[in-house]
C-alpha cells in the first residue's frame, strides 16, 4: 500500500487524484468529520444521528458498522439511506482495506499545515 489522501469530497480533489500514475500505490478516502458535515447540511444538525453515524463510520467490524447503521434506520431512514447511498469503502473503516491507517480526519494535514504556516 502507498499514500492515502485523506480529504473532504470536493470534485477538484476528486479530479486531481484521477490524474495519479496507479504505480503510484495511492488511495482516496473522505474525512469523516468532513463526511458528517455533508449530512448534517442535507438533514440539518442532528447529535443524535451524527454520533451513530461516526460510531458506524469508524466500526472496524462489519457486525458492529450493521448494528449501528441498524439503530440511524430507526431513528432516520432517510439518513441511514443518504449514508449508504454513498461509496462505504471511501468513508467506512469495514471497508477500507486498512488504507486509512486508522485515520479518520484531515486533522493530521491540518497540523501540519499549522506548522508550514509558522515557517512561512
Known amino acids: 500500500m502507498g499514500i492515502t489522501i485523506i480529504s473532504d469530497r470536493h470534485a477538484g ?4 487524484v484521477r490524474g495519479f500514475p496507479d504505480e503510484w500505490g495511492w ?5 469523516i468529520r468532513h463526511f458528517l458535515a455533508n ?3 442535507k438533514f440539518g444538525k442532528k447529535k443524535d444521528i451524527r454520533d451513530q453515524l461516526w460510531s458506524a463510520a469508524v466500526a472496524h467490524q462489519p457486525k458492529k458498522y450493521e448494528q449501528k447503521m441498524k439503530t440511524i434506520r430507526q ?3 432517510a439518513g441511514a439511506v443518504w449514508a449508504e447511498g454513498q ?3 471511501m468513508w467506512t473503516f469495514h471497508m477500507d482495506n486498512g488504507a486509512r491507517f486508522g485515520i479518520a480526519t ?7 499545515n499549522g506548522v508550514y504556516k509558522g515557517i512561512r
Open 27 to 31: 488511495t482516496w478516502r473522505w474525512c
Open 39 to 41: 449530512f448534517q447540511h
Open 87 to 89: 461509496d462505504l469503502h
Open 13 to 16: 480533489i476528486k479530479h486531481a
Open 106 to 112: 484531515t486533522n493530521h494535514g491540518e497540523s501540519i
Open 75 to 77: 431513528i432516520h431512514r
